[in-house]
T-cell receptor
Framework: GNSVTQMEGPVTLSEEAFLTINCTYTATGYPSLFWYVQYPGEGLQLLLK?????DKGSNKGFEATYRKETTSFHLEKGSVQVSDSAVYFCALSDHYAGNMLTFGGGTRLMVKP | GAVVSQHPSRVICKSGTSVKIECRSL??????MFWYRQFPKQSLMLMATSNEGSKATYEQGVEKDKFLINHASLTLSTLTVTSAHPEDSSFYIC???????????FGEGSRLTVL
């Protein structure tokens, strides 16, 4: 079956630090990969996505590259802000499963001023 | 962009009562909606897949008689937690598949607290 593994949190960084949140996956087909963000008290929001190998998704300074050879989709940001404090979920969507999402466990990011 | 609205966003109820949560796609038709449950500090867990006009498909371990799902129209799916108990307290999130692009959009979530 499909699965997503991401690094456990919490991740605590100072403002302007570099962020990496690792995500690896296993899938039977050719999934699309996503990063979702959940800010305190809010629902999930799509942060970025990549639909095929070597694609790079980017949004709000965050980037992630779909690496088929390493089955990874690590999230990076060069300079985090306090407002980036949230829980980040890596997910995959298997088109053969009707777009059903499989989520990783989530990583809480705390950015201190 | 496409919007999915959930209502209510917060609900507190007494043990033994039933609670209905609505999930609406406001500006697109959604033939498929998903219901997820999120326990504190844990990931989302898929509860069921809801297809318009047919019975929902429940994931293993999810009680279909306890979590009633109805997808009566292309823009509305409801989740009813029947005879709620404190262990049902959780954050419930729906998502809807936009029919043309296949993209998923999430509702804001509904926090249920059962006293």
């Amino acid at each position: 079956g499909n699965s997503v593994t991401q690094m456990e949190g919490p991740v605590t960084l100072s403002e302007e630090a570099f962020l990496t949140i690792n995500c690896t996956y296993t899938a039977t087909g050719y999934p699309s990969l996503f990063w979702y963000v959940q800010y305190p008290g809010e629902g999930l929001q799509l942060l970025l996505k990549a639909t095929k190998a070597d694609d790079k998704g980017s949004n709000k300074g965050f980037e992630a590259t779909y690496r088929k050879e390493t089955t990874s989709f690590h999230l990076e940001k060069g300079s985090v802000q306090v407002s980036d404090s949230a829980v980040y979920f890596c997910a995959l969507s298997d088109h053969y499963a009707g777009n059903m999402l499989t989520f990783g466990g989530g990583t809480r990011l705390m950015v201190k001023p | 962009g496409a919007v999915v609205s959930q209502h209510p966003s917060r609900v507190i109820c007494k043990s033994g009562t039933s609670v209905k949560i609505e999930c609406r796609s406001l500006d697109f038709q959604a033939t498929t909606m998903f219901w997820y449950r999120q326990f504190p500090k844990q990931s989302l867990m898929l509860m069921a897949t809801s297809n318009e006009g047919s019975k929902a498909t429940y994931e293993q371990g999810v009680e279909k008689d306890k979590f009633l799902i109805n997808h009566a129209s292309l823009t509305l799916s409801t989740l009813t937690v029947t005879s709620a108990h404190p262990e049902d307290s959780s954050f419930y999130i729906c998502s809807a598949v936009e029919g043309v692009t296949g993209e998923l959009f999430f509702g804001e979530g509904s926090r249920l607290t059962v006293l």
